[in-house]
């Protein structure tokens, strides 16, 4: 998503690819147009608040 010249919301495409390495496991059988939206910031406080838990779960 970008911004047109009058300021709205328009699709773009680029030339940069993803590494299959921060692809799901199972991108390769996926149709043609299926989106992933990749969200590291959102996997990081996941993984964060996993290891919180684990560690409460340790301790009771």
């Known amino acids: 998503m ?3 010249d009058k300021g709205a919301l328009a699709f773009g495409v680029s030339p940069a690819l993803l590494d ?3 692809l799901p496991e199972n991108w390769k059988v996926q149709p043609d147009g299926a989106i992933f ?4 910031v ?6 964060t608040l996993a ?6 779960a340790a301790v009771h």
Request: hydrophobic letters at 35%.
């Open 37 to 40: 939206e990749p969200a590291p």
């Open 42 to 47: 959102r996997e990081a406080l996941m993984a």
């Open 51 to 56: 290891e919180r838990l684990k560690k409460k």
């Open 2 to 4: 970008t911004l047109d």
């Open 20 to 22: 299959p390495a921060g």
